[in-house]
């Protein structure tokens, strides 16, 4: 750096800065004090501008005023801090982007953060007067640096910390939201320069925006995308798949994993391969074990098996022929005081060979002794009754059943339960079903009994046979008149 400059006017400034004071104008003889030279006060510059502060944002171009009034012969310096950057109408610093405009102005161009500080204008009496002036650099937000340049793994549980590392000024405000979506939390929104998730769960996976903004220029977003890397959750789309011999079946499991799970099928400890007859296919998390005709041997305990290595699960799937449970789907309120009308619905493939009806009384409430058995049938159980019922044949998937129960006690709570039967076995045991007798007969069923299509059938068929009945008398009284009058 050039800092000897070989100007008379800097050297006569650098004593002046540098000296004690009182200060002493070097060019009369120092050892006469009669010499040291006295003001006139009406001739004592003076500044005409005050201190303030400015305050620009970077590359922009700045002037800082210094008018002096009465500047006379005295030397007018620009200082930042200590280092002098003109005297007089000479410039000092080697910084290109600073020059002296209009008068005594100090202009700073394209201002960069550095340029930051207090600048002085000095006059170079023997007192020197300064004036000094603040300048401020505003930055505009910027983000200098993202967790993992954006791309955050995790495993499942652990404490994830997303980090925003921003620069500017003022210091600008760190903002973290979530793309589509809230944070963890349930907020919509977080400030900080850091956002924490303890114990990330699968569903906090998702692109995390952090946002610089403040006072200055526009705001600036990076986005960090959360990867959760958990092991595989599975679940059966069925747990017991209904099916026939001949028909085309589906197995379905819903693997959920991260990094995605390879899924094996297993029919009870055996592995299955793939054939022409046994197919898989994936769609999302919907892995599908197609068998596309089941044979005997199909029927089985099936499993899928998910593992990503970052762990294990298997769910099983029960392949069967069997019928599906009933569903019992009348009124738990009966109609007659001592019969019930049930009716029941079942899914099987092939055709049902026997139905087993239980019922007992309901003793929740009641004691052993209160509990009167009418006409056991067969006992079960202690308490239960039993009736089988052979059905009638019918080829559609879901069979419906009417049955009437009869020797009932009035205004009493029931229990009652349905198996099925076909030719691959018995079918699980319907869920407990209560119904209530009522303590009267009602003369007419009502409209509900007869809005079934299976019963409204029945009473129909009775109605036409019951025609045909008087017909018959009808027609032997017309038949003997006839005779008669013949
Ligand atoms: C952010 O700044 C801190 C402190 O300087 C540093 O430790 C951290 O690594 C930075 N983070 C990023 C993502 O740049
Ligand atoms: C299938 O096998 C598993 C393991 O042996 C067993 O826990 C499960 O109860 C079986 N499922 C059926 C329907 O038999
Ligand atoms: C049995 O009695 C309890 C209370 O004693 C009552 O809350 C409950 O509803 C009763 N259950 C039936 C089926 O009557």
Avoid at 37 to 56: A, E, H
């Amino acid at each position: 750096m050039n800092l000897m400059y070989p100007n008379l006017l800097f050297w006569m400034y650098v004593v002046l800065t540098l000296a004690e004071p009182p200060y002493i104008v070097p060019f009369k003889e120092l050892d006469n004090a009669d010499l040291y030279v006295q003001m006139d006060p009406n001739k004592i510059p003076k500044f005409l501008t005050k201190p303030s502060t400015y305050t620009v944002v970077t590359k922009d171009t700045i002037v800082l005023p210094c008018e002096v009034y009465n500047p006379g012969h005295f030397v007018l310096a620009w200082k930042k801090g200590i280092a002098i950057l003109t005297a007089g109408i000479t410039k000092v610093t080697p910084e290109e982007r600073i020059r002296i405009v209009e008068g005594y102005n100090l202009e700073i161009r394209n201002a960069q953060i550095n340029d930051a500080g207090n600048y002085i204008c000095q006059i170079g009496t023997l007192d020197p007067v300064e004036l000094k002036h603040t300048l401020q650099i505003l930055i505009p937000p910027r983000i200098v640096g993202i967790t993992s340049n954006g791309k955050v793994s995790a495993k499942k549980g652990s404490d994830v910390i997303l980090q925003c590392n921003s620069t500017g000024n003022p210091p600008p405000t760190i903002t973290w939201t979530r793309k589509n979506n809230m944070l963890p939390n349930g907020e919509k929104s977080f400030v900080g320069n850091s956002y924490t998730i303890d114990s990330v769960r699968r569903q906090d996976d998702g692109v995390y925006i952090c946002t610089a903004s403040s006072t200055i220029g526009s705001s600036v977003s990076e986005e960090i995308d959360l990867n959760i890397l958990y092991p595989p959750e599975v679940k059966e789309e069925r747990s017991i798949v209904f099916t026939v011999e001949g028909q085309e079946t589906q197995i379905v499991c819903i693997v959920h994993a991260e990094p995605k799970a390879e899924v094996l099928w297993y029919r009870d400890t055996l592995q299955l391969d793939m054939t022409e007859w046994r197919i898989t296919d994936v769609r999302g998390n919907r892995y599908t074990l197609g068998l596309r005709k089941v044979q005997k041997t199909d029927f089985g305990n099936y499993s899928c098996v998910a593992d990503n290595g970052l762990g294990k699960s298997k769910r099983f799937i029960e392949v069967t022929g069997r019928p599906d449970v009933a569903v019992i789907t009348s009124s738990k309120q009966g109609r007659s005081k001592n019969s019930y009308e049930m009716l029941w619905t079942v899914k099987s493939y092939s055709p049902i060979l026997e139905y087993k009806l239980l019922y007992r009384q309901d003793r929740t409430n009641k004691s052993n002794q209160e509990i009167q058995y009418k006409r056991p049938m067969r006992r079960w159980d202690d308490d239960w009754t039993e009736i089988l019922i052979n059905p009638a044949s019918t080829d559609q998937l879901e069979k419906r059943r009417t049955e009437t129960i009869r020797g009932l006690d009035s205004g009493t709570r029931y229990e009652a339960t349905v198996q099925s039967k076909n030719r691959y076995g018995w079918s699980e045991v319907s869920q407990p079903f209560f119904f209530t007798t009522s303590t009267k007969n009602e003369a007419h069923p009502g409209n509900s009994v007869l809005s079934d299509p299976e019963l409204r059938d029945m009473s129909i068929t009775a109605i036409n046979k019951a025609s045909k009945m008087i017909q018959i008398p009808l027609l032997c009284i017309v038949a003997v008149i006839t005779y008669y009058l013949a």
